[in-house]
């Protein structure tokens, strides 16, 4: 699963994800099902590509890893 940055308001899997920064309520009505689903306004999602992929444009932009994590696991010449 990869992380990535919410745009703009996700509901998915039962919760409704908003950008960060954003003051908001503890719990929110699902547009899905109209009944009450819990708030997440941390400004991140994690999603597999596939799931990614499905979402509309501009409600979603992948986190890239930190580069020490892109490296991890590859024998680096010179080293150890």
């Not at 009944?35 to 444009?57: F, K, M, N, Y």
Request: positive net charge.
């Amino acid at each position: 699963m990869s992380k990535f940055k919410v745009l703009r308001p996700i509901e998915h899997s039962l919760c409704l994800y908003l950008p960060a920064g954003a003051a908001v309520p503890e719990k929110a009505k699902s547009a899905a099902h109209g009944g009450d689903i819990p708030v997440d306004a941390s400004g991140t999602i994690e999603l597999s590509d596939q799931g990614a992929a499905a979402l509309t444009r501009g409600q979603v932009e992948r986190i890239e890893p930190p580069a020490e994590e892109q490296t991890k696991g590859r024998n680096v010449k010179g080293k150890g």
